[in-house]
């Protein structure tokens, strides 16, 4: 299999051999493409709305829209 624009790097290269750890349990594939996955994302993504939206509300609060913790000077003693 080749993706269009990647027919120097075969499809082999994209996938990591790394065997998972031992913690993780193992699970058959589900075969699923990529199609039906995002569809299901809408679902998840109604089922998980108000703690998403309670998310969002505290970032926009913090003024921390990029999500990433915020550093104040004052408070660093890196700064001092």
Known sequence: M???GYRHQPHKQW???TPMPE???AVDEIGA???PLKSLAFFFGSVCK???EDYMLC???NNNLDGQPQ????E?????
């Open 2 to 4: 080749s993706l269009p």
């Open 15 to 17: 996938v990591d051999p």
């Open 23 to 25: 913690s993780v349990p």
């Open 33 to 35: 493409s990529s199609a």
């Open 50 to 52: 108000e703690y998403n």
């Open 59 to 61: 970032r926009s609060e």
């Open 71 to 74: 550093i104040h000077e004052k």
């Open 76 to 80: 660093n003693p890196i700064f001092h």
